[in-house]
């Protein structure tokens, strides 16, 4: 059975930094992309960042230059670095896989990130 875990959101006072990880099981991990995604109350789920299963990475607007995205296959695990974060980061991060070759998709549970200013 698929399945994403996400850990590292708590509290962080403006400027801080945090790492979000995400650990996956059950699917070949190397075979998709994955991605993080963040939301907040009363608005739509957005793209923060996202690394191919070639390590191709992009980034949402919002968050270039302060955040980074890694993954290791070899133990199955997604990282995102956030750096010099703002009040605006505030929001549930959600990991997300998506399969390179066929419609399928898994997402975590989600982990609050609050940043306080």
């Known amino acids: 059975q698929a399945q994403l875990v996400e850990s590292g959101g708590a509290l962080v006072q403006a400027g801080g930094s945090l790492r979000l990880s995400c650990a996956a099981s059950?699917?070949?991990?190397?075979?998709?992309?994955m991605s993080w995604y963040r939301q907040t109350p009363g608005s739509e789920r957005e793209p923060v960042a996202l690394?191919?299963?070639?390590?191709?990475?992009r980034f949402a607007e919002s968050v270039k230059g302060r955040f980074a995205i890694s993954r290791d296959d070899a133990t199955q695990t997604v990282y995102l670095q956030m750096n010099n974060l703002k009040p605006d980061d505030t929001a549930i991060y959600y990991c997300?896989?998506?399969?390179?070759?066929?419609?399928?998709?898994?997402w975590g549970q989600g982990t609050q990130v609050t940043v306080s200013s």
């Open positions: 059950g699917f070949a991990f190397s075979e998709y992309d």
């Open positions: 997300h896989a998506r399969a390179i070759t066929e419609y399928i998709q898994y």
């Open positions: 690394i191919t299963s070639t390590r191709d990475a």
